[in-house]
């Protein structure tokens, strides 16, 4: 059973950079396609970014040239890095396995709070 610990989320101005991490336990990580979603205040799921077990990234258009997803498998750690952060970038952010999102087992997630 894979658990996913997520952490670093927070409060801060616009402009200012955060970093997600998300730990894989319970689960051979190297082998698994990881995803970032969020979801806004009143709004939808949306995904953030993924990246597969080989190393191919994809992102949101909203996020593109800003936010960057990574992995260190020898951690089981997946990270999204998040510069030039927006208000509008004030989301729960849930790290997931694509596998669980396509399945629709969500964790609690981590709160990312972007101040004006």
């Known amino acids: 059973q894979v658990q996913l610990v997520e952490s670093g989320g927070g409060l801060v101005q616009a402009g200012e950079s955060l970093r997600l991490s998300c730990t894989a336990s319970?689960?051979?990580?190297?082998?698994?396609?990881m995803t970032w979603y969020r979801q806004p205040p009143g709004k939808e799921r949306e995904l953030v970014a993924s990246i597969t077990s080989g190393g191919t990234t994809n992102y949101g258009d909203s996020v593109k040239g800003r936010f960057t997803i990574s992995r260190m498998n020898a951690k089981s750690t997946v990270y999204l890095q998040m510069n030039s952060l927006r208000p509008e970038d004030t989301a729960i952010y849930y790290c997931?396995?694509?596998?669980?999102?396509?399945?629709?087992?969500w964790g609690q997630g981590t709160q990312v709070t972007v101040s004006s």
């Open positions: 997931n396995t694509y596998a669980r999102a396509v399945a629709g087992y």
């Open positions: 319970g689960t051979i990580f190297r082998l698994l396609d």
